[in-house]
């Protein structure tokens, strides 16, 4: 394949490279250890090639706070199994709480906007009173160093002051979306034993207010090792009042003065515990750890983004999904996080541009899918916002398709850095994404992280460059899991990651690695399109059909080589069509398109017109386990229902699959 570079959309001119973070980093490395890492690539390969001096200089250089000192870097680079930073103690609130750079106590550490309108901030010092509380409430719920405290809450101040305030006593955190039905968080919560529960009486979307009291109940039941459940009036004052089994928010930070102290814990003691999407049978319960978390955030943070306390930063995201965890990370270097909670398209698609605008965001993070809708409403946000103060535009979730380049250019700023990032949960971390170094080729991803060695790999587990491969990890990551939950003989994190290519990890993305060093993702490679030989990622077809204004939405889906299978394996193409477009009207030039676009053999067999697209709480196409549905597995193995945006979409998609 031969690599044409497309349009440079965003260069970094020398002021910014001047005064970005990564330029002091850099020059402390060169000094320090006698290296030349005067271009990204440099720096990039410094970071891969030599992880204890790499890690050794961020922890230095970034101001990691341990209380005991660590005996060496890196015990063992064997994966799985690395051991970061031995003897070390640390603790993820104390950076959050006392970042390093700026946070003085009058500086805002928090916006939490909701989506009618209701603004709650907190100074870095309110924080660290609340969050002393908080933890004087827990201590005397009798929570302590390693149980688990989880919560069914939104993106918002007492979320956030319960997780860092279990994480000030060692108590480990996981969080889930108040929109998660009562399935998916049980087969999430229940799992790990959970000493206290934080709820909310309910949350707004769209519009609508939605009492989950209900599932709150059913929740108690099934939890048996719950001592307590901390009630949050959310939507309703008293929602609460006269639920004598529950401790109303008021009561459990009723501790006035009450230090905001920190336990330091090991390195790779427990922070939080994630999920794997909840789509493929039970959720995997994924371990990251205080050290690990810490230092992964504070390189991503200040060196890729470049974000410190002058820095207002957001990302839409639920407390559900990675993203929460990164976001509030933002604390870490200072910067104020500004969380919204609702639905970004209430009352309209504007609604998260305003609050860009109204609260000064520098950085403003968002999905793939959501720029997309931007661009198919034909919204212009300059025209109607002073977006002045954004310098970046972060985007994930799924591939940034080069129109929505276009349109963040075109609608949003000509000068801003477009920062389409991917990595993914196991990590809590953004594998490729961007550099104040390095420019946005336009449909590209910029850069591979620092201290990420990513390849992309043949089948035979060679790396290739400018032909699409297995993403892999060649080198241990201080983020990469501690453990997963249950799995004590680590039998199910070598299932997951490390089959293929034994001591590497192998993430489940298609990528293609340019030869300039920029990326771009293909889809996931469990859910590969291979036609007659040729494998493509989805993310290739998804581009050329979703290009059509016509098309609002897409699903592909390969049968073939399963069992069963009609015809010995077709090409599926779900679509939503936009109002008033009929299928014959489309037909012939999305076939066209995709014939010289992709190729003949991609053309599929049956396109077949729905309402919706299946999709996870965190808005990902749900290929996967439409994929083993038609194979054979029963539904409630192949999905938890409650782990879908609409499982009534996935009902169809089915039946219209096999009709
Ligand atoms: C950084 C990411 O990888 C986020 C996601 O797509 O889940």
């Not at 399935?183 to 939605?210: C, M, T, W």
């Not at 477009?418 to 994404?433: K, M």
């Not at 060695?453 to 043949?458: I, L, Q, S």
């Not at 229902?641 to 096999?658: I, M, S, W």
Request: charged share 25%.
């Amino acid at each position: 394949m031969t690599d044409d570079a497309p349009e440079i959309l965003w260069r970094p001119d020398e002021t910014t490279v001047q005064q970005a973070r990564i330029t002091a980093f850099a020059e402390r490395a060169a000094r320090e250890h006698g290296v030349t890492v005067d271009t990204y690539e440099q720096l990039w390969r410094w970071s891969t090639e030599d992880l204890p001096a790499f890690w050794g200089t961020i922890v230095d250089h970034l101001g990691v706070r341990f209380h005991e000192q660590p005996r060496e870097v890196l015990g063992s680079a064997e994966m799985p199994g690395a051991s970061w930073f031995p003897g070390a103690t640390l603790n993820y609130a104390e950076h959050a709480l006392w970042p390093r750079e700026g946070g003085g106590d009058d500086d805002v550490a928090i916006v939490a906007v909701r989506e009618d309108g209701r603004r709650v901030t907190r100074t870095f010092g309110e924080l660290r009173a609340d969050v002393g509380r908080a933890r004087a409430g827990l201590l005397e719920l009798g929570v302590g160093f390693g149980d688990r405290v989880v919560a069914l809450a939104p993106n918002t101040v007492e979320t956030l002051v319960a997780f860092l305030a279990a994480a000030s006593l060692g108590a480990m955190w996981s969080s889930c979306s108040p929109d998660f039905g009562p399935r998916a968080v049980v087969d999430r919560f229940a799992q790990i034993e959970p000493s206290v529960l934080v709820v909310v009486d309910g949350y707004l979307y769209n519009g609508k207010s939605y009492d989950i009291r209900g599932t709150v109940a059913e929740l108690r039941e099934q939890l048996p090792t719950l001592r307590a459940t901390v009630a949050i009036d959310y939507v309703t004052e008293g929602a609460w009042d006269g639920q004598d089994d529950v401790v109303g928010w008021a009561a459990f930070t009723d501790h006035d003065g009450a230090e905001p102290a920190v336990d330091p814990v090991s390195f790779d003691h427990p922070l939080w515990i994630l999920y794997s999407s909840g789509t493929t049978g039970l959720p995997k319960g994924i371990v990251h750890s205080h050290g690990g978390i810490v230092v992964e955030h504070l390189k991503s943070l200040a060196l890729q983004h470049d974000l410190g306390p002058e820095d207002r930063f957001t990302w839409f995201t639920t407390t559900g999904w990675m993203m929460w965890n990164l976001l509030i990370s933002g604390l870490l270097v200072g910067s104020t996080v500004v969380a919204f909670d609702g639905s970004p398209g209430h009352p309209d698609l504007d609604v998260l541009w305003k609050m860009a605008a109204d609260e000064g965001v520098t950085v403003f993070g968002t999905s793939a899918s959501f720029v997309q809708s931007c661009l198919k409403a034909g919204l212009v946000p300059k025209d109607g916002f002073d977006l002045s103060a954004v310098r970046s535009i972060g985007s994930t979730g799924s591939p940034l398709s080069p129109e929505g380049f276009d349109w963040i250019r075109d609608a949003v700023g000509a000068d801003i850095q477009i920062a389409s990032v991917s990595g993914g949960t196991d990590v809590c971390a953004a594998f490729v994404g961007v550099s104040p170094w390095v420019p946005v080729w336009r449909g590209e991803i910029s850069c591979r992280a620092l201290g990420a060695a990513v390849e992309a790999f043949d089948p035979q587990g060679e790396p290739v460059v400018d032909e699409v491969g297995e993403l892999v990890i060649t080198r241990p990551m201080p983020s990469m899991p501690v453990m997963l939950w249950n799995d004590p003989e680590g039998s199910r994190m070598r299932e997951s990651y490390f089959e293929d290519f034994p001591g590497t990890w192998r993430h489940g993305d298609w990528i293609r690695i340019t030869p300039r060093g920029s990326l771009v993702i293909r889809g996931r490679s469990d859910s590969t399109l291979n036609r007659g030989g040729v494998r493509m990622g989805t993310a290739e077809f998804y581009e050329v059909v979703e290009s059509f204004d016509e098309v609002l939405d897409s699903l592909v889906i390969d049968t073939s080589g399963l069992e069963g299978a009609r015809d010995g394996g077709e090409l599926l193409c779900f679509l939503v069509l936009a109002e008033g477009v009929t299928f014959e009207s489309v037909e012939g030039d999305l076939k066209k398109a995709l014939r010289s676009q992709l190729s003949p053999r991609h053309v599929p067999d049956r396109f077949l017109v729905v309402d919706d697209i299946p999709r996870t709480l965190n808005g990902k196409k749900s290929e996967v386990p439409v994929k083993r549905i038609l194979a054979g597995t029963p539904v409630e193995k192949a999905v938890s229902k409650d782990a879908l945006r609409n499982p009534e979409a996935l009902e169809t998609v089915v039946a219209r699959a096999r009709d």
